[in-house]
């Protein structure tokens, strides 16, 4: 089956920096995605990776490592509005989408 | 630019009732709809996707039913609600093309309990 594997909620201290990993096994890969999404509202997109390396966008960055099957989200310089869940989702050979369950941020003043 | 509505952002339902929950998108021709949802620790469960007017594919088997009567309004509806229909609905968009082929946008979504 498919699968996408994330660490169910995260605890980080404004200003500092977290990492949120996901890991995945998919019936093929077509990219990856990473989504924002704050208490009771959709999810934002927040980055896609496809090939291996890392994207920057500002204080986020998002690496992909397609032979490992592992992607991680890196938020720099934490926010107190950084807290919010963020989702992990892969498209896979027949270009659907499958989705993690989403990492809580929990940031702490 | 783009915007995609939802309505209504919150309903409360008595089991066996129906549904009906719409969304329309502005500024953009053609796009690829799909409805989701998402329960409470859960990750997001496609639904029904639409690659243009009339067309409309199914993910998951279940007392739900979708239609594009127009290009840019995708409607989610039931005849009989279940307690297990309740969660968070949230329909999304993303350029016309070979289904999931972009990144897709989601609408402000609704939130359903069913009693």
Sequence with gaps: ?109 | SQTIHQWPATLVQPVGSPLSLECTVEGTSNPNLYWYRQAAGRGLQLLFYSVGIGQISSEVPQNLSASRPQDRQFILSSKKLLLSDSGFYLCAWSKRGTHGSDTQYFGPGTRLTVL
């Design chain 1, 1 to 109: 089956g498919q699968n996408i594997d994330q660490p169910t909620e995260m605890t980080a201290t404004e200003g500092a920096i977290v990492q949120i990993n996901c890991t995945y096994q998919t019936s093929g890969f077509n990219g990856l995605f990473w989504y924002q999404q704050h208490a009771g509202e959709a999810p934002t997109f927040l980055s896609y990776n496809v090939l291996d390396g890392l994207e920057e966008k500002g204080r986020f960055s998002s690496f992909l490592s397609r032979s490992k099957g592992y992607s991680y989200l890196l938020l720099k310089e934490l926010q107190m509005k950084d807290s919010a869940s963020y989702l992990c989702a892969v498209r896979d050979s027949n270009y659907q989408l499958i989705w993690g369950a989403g990492t809580k941020l929990i940031i702490k003043p």
